[in-house]
């Protein structure tokens, strides 16, 4: 396979389908330097009806193939995903901004690690129903059936980890997908298709489109697709799961959060920052998960500042694929100057203390990068829960430190927000930390560390965060839909109407 920059048009019946210039195009960039990377041709709507139809004729062959042959399929990918790890994490680097220190150790493999995952799950009877016995005469058996030709709609903060998520348990499944990138990060797409293709997916089986909002609602809203997975904004999400519902399709929702952290009396202050970091400014922060609204005992802020600001040292900016970076940019134009109104807005509006950090770019940043979409890590602290800043979603590195007085206190405030993506503990005593995190509303929760989501683990937000889960065995049951058999076994019949 090469790897190339080249324009992408979409991708479909095994091959790209170069689009009518009329349809327009949108540029790639590169978000270090903001230079264009290569043109990405828009869907039209008849190339995405084209791409449905594509995966409705692959979808009679793909879901009666015995899923431990489709698992043998999948299985090629994963290893194909791996032989060709560190090509694809440089086109996440060259898309997202993404330091390749973490592209090259977690994008990729994370979602390969779904991907055997799912494929090990179907071949050794994660498919499989349930049968018993009703009476002597009679028994009920219980099939699970792919739902069709579904669609996948992804972010742009974690591309290629994102369609893995949605396609491995889609495809594994037996269900056919057309994948809609967002048209900020679309570089993974067509590289994905190809590994399918080349592990031996049929034609037809996983489907590209690109474009922004209009062709994400004609796919969606389109007849064919039996099911929507997004991963995406609230406001986006809830027009998304709208339109579905017309349709009674099924959907998982991955949407925002704001998460809450508490750092617990009995927490080592050092401990307590290390997480409170990772919550926060991997990815340069642009993680759904993130722990934004770290709680922290008032007898505690003090040291726990200290240790923060300490390690704010080791964050490094600068060229995106020397190895000692850890640090990218944000992820576009428009997204630095959404989180620079947030932090000017913490400033001057909310009124927050600003411990480190601001609207202005890394200091010692080189020359070459200096036209890129960066931004400072910033850490607000004195924060209180009516602000802006610890309110709303930034989806950037900006944490805010709130204290507290009563575990209870903290518990409560955690909880009052809409949003239930994620939650997370730092403490000593572990019964008070199960404690906590049994009174937290979050679909995901962490306990002394901050982020990890392997394969095996369901995840899913509560409340306006989402709907349904990926991965895990749950994560299969998404694709899935039930069949129930009643066999009668006597020869006759008995109904009120033989008396008739
Ligand atoms: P958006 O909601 O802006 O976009 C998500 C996707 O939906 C994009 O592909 C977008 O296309 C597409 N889209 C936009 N409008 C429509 C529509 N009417 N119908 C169908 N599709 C549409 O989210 P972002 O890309 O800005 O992603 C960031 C958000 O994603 C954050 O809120 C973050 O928390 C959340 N997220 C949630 C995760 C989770 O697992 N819970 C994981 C990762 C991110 P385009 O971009 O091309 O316009």
Redesign the pocket.
């Known amino acids: 396979m090469g790897f190339r920059d080249i324009d992408r048009h979409s991708f479909y019946a095994g091959k790209p389908q170069p689009s009518p210039t009329s349809a327009g195009h949108f540029e790639s960039i590169d978000p270090s330097n903001g230079n264009p990377i290569c043109k990405i041709f828009n869907s039209p709507p008849q190339a995405i009806d084209a791409a449905i139809a594509s995966a409705q004729s692959a979808f009679p062959s793909w879901s009666s193939t015995p899923p431990i042959e489709r698992a043998r399929i999948l299985q090629r990918a994963v290893a194909l995903l791996r032989e060709y790890n560190d090509d694809l994490a440089r086109i996440e680097t060259l898309d997202t901004g993404k330091p390749f220190s973490e592209t090259s150790t977690v994008d990729i493999v994370t979602g390969a690690d779904v991907l055997e995952y799912f494929a090990s799950l179907v071949a050794s009877g994660g498919l499989n129903g349930e049968s018993f016995r009703l009476r002597p005469s009679a028994s009920v058996y219980t099939s699970k059936e792919p739902l069709g030709v579904c669609a996948g709609?992804?972010?742009?903060?974690?591309p290629i980890q994102?369609a893995l998520w949605k396609s491995a348990p889609c495809l594994a499944a037996g269900n056919c997908m057309v994948y809609?990138?967002?048209?900020?990060t679309p570089l993974h797409a067509e590289y994905l298709a190809g590994i399918y293709q080349k592990a031996g997916v049929p034609d037809g089986v996983f489907n590209v489109v690109y474009?922004?909002?209009e062709a994400?609602?004609h796919l969606?809203q389109h007849p064919a697709i039996a099911k929507v997975s997004?991963?995406?904004?609230?406001s986006?999400?809830m027009?998304?799961a709208g339109a579905a519902a017309g349709g009674m399709k099924y959907v998982t929702m991955?949407?925002?959060?704001k998460s809450p952290l508490i750092v617990l009396p009995d927490a080592a202050a050092d401990t307590a920052a290390d997480v409170a970091m990772l919550a926060n400014f991997f990815s340069t922060g642009q993680v759904?998960t993130n722990g934004t609204r770290v709680f922290v005992p008032r007898s505690l802020k003090k040291p726990f500042e200290r240790a923060l600001l300490d390690k704010m040292q080791h964050v490094r900016a600068g060229d995106l694929f020397d190895p000692a970076t850890n640090f990218g940019p944000l992820s576009s134009r428009s997204h630095l100057e959404k989180v620079r109104g947030y932090v000017r807005r913490g400033i001057e509006e909310d009124g927050a203390t600003l411990l480190c950090g601001g609207v202005e770019q890394p200091a010692n940043l080189p020359a070459h990068l200096k036209s890129g979409y960066w931004i400072r890590p910033t850490v607000f602290t004195d924060c209180t829960d009516e602000m802006a800043i610890v309110r709303e979603?930034i989806?950037g590195p900006v944490m805010a430190v709130l204290a507290y007085d009563e575990v209870d206190e903290a518990v409560r405030r955690a909880n009052a927000t809409e949003l239930g993506?994620a939650a997370g503990v730092v403490g000593r005593d572990i019964d008070a930390c199960h404690s906590v995190i049994a009174r937290l509303e979050a679909g995901i929760t962490w306990v002394n560390t901050w982020g990890e989501s392997p394969a095996e683990m369901a995840v899913g937000?509560w409340k306006k965060?989402?709907v349904g889960v990926e991965n895990g065995r749950k994560g299969l049951e998404a694709w899935v839909r039930n069949k129930s058999t009643l066999v009668e076994m006597s020869g006759s019949v008995a109904t009120v109407f033989a008396k008739l």
């Open positions: 709609i992804g972010a742009w903060n974690y994102i809609k990138p967002s048209e900020f474009g922004a909002g994400g609602s969606t997004f991963t995406g904004q609230v986006t999400g027009r998304v991955e949407l925002g959060g759904c979603e989806f993506l937000g965060s989402g």
